[in-house]
């Protein structure tokens, strides 16, 4: 079992939709939660960055944790082509400076 | 301003060749770490510096892997005696701190022939 489990995908949504993505991890000393967005080719970029439960909301984008269940999401409201990519799950322990990643859903908006 | 930078962004080498990647982190990050990246799947990690010191170097898969970030900015991997299996997408992360967010350059991408 990878120690952060994402749904491969492909997710695909309609645009103006909300896309759901969702990421669990094994870890339970977990500190720092982020969503990356990589397009194809390309290196992640960092979309959001959660570290206490709850949620957080930035533009169209809510990241959500539950470090109960182990559980972080990634909320993306009026969904558009551009947001078509590979969104990466990653989490950071209490002692190591290190993120592992899951390895991606694929999300594709269609118009 | 300016972001992450990494060269060459593409590598072809003989299998058995040595090969040294550089990354030039953000000015001020205090972190810097390295990952691979094959395709469809995660970056993982391979070692990460605080300043010079290496602190971490769990994921470097074989001891033909070395990375060095001798004056705490710019960090060189080095890859000897490559191997089929070490083609990938190799990605530099820097950050302000050790949890801090991380912030990629391009990467390089290896193709071991």
């Known amino acids: 079992q990878k120690e952060v489990e994402q749904n491969s995908g492909p997710l695909s949504v309609p645009e103006g939709a909300i896309a759901s993505l969702n990421c669990t991890y094994s870890?339970?000393?977990?500190?720092?939660f982020f969503w990356y967005r990589q397009y194809s080719g390309k290196s992640p970029e960092l979309i959001m960055s959660i570290y206490s439960n709850g949620d957080k909301e930035d533009g169209r984008f809510t990241a959500q944790l539950n470090k109960a269940s182990q559980y972080v999401s990634l909320l993306i409201r009026d969904s558009q082509p551009s947001d078509s990519a590979t969104y990466l799950c990653?989490?950071?322990?209490?002692?190591?400076?290190?993120?592992?990643f899951g390895d991606g859903t694929t999300l594709t908006v269609k118009p | 301003g300016a972001g992450v930078s990494q060269s060459p962004r593409y590598k072809v080498a003989k299998r058995g060749q040595d090969v040294a990647l550089r990354c030039d982190p953000i000015?001020?990050?205090?972190?810097l770490f390295w990952y691979q990246q094959a395709l469809g799947q995660g970056p993982e990690f391979l070692t990460y510096?605080?300043?010079?010191?290496?602190?971490?170097k769990s994921g470097l898969p074989s001891d033909r892997f070395f990375a060095e970030r001798p004056e705490g900015s710019v960090s060189t991997l080095k890859i000897q005696r490559t191997q089929q299996e070490d083609s990938a997408v190799y990605l530099c992360?820097?950050?302000?701190?050790?949890?801090?967010?991380?912030?990629f350059g391009p990467g390089t991408r290896l193709t071991v022939l």
């Open positions: 990653a989490v950071s322990g209490a002692n190591a400076g290190k993120s592992t």
């Open positions: 992360a820097s950050s302000l701190d050790t949890y801090n967010e991380q912030f």
């Open positions: 870890d339970r000393g977990s500190q720092s």
């Open positions: 510096f605080q300043n010079e010191a290496q602190l971490d």
């Open positions: 000015s001020g990050h205090v972190s």
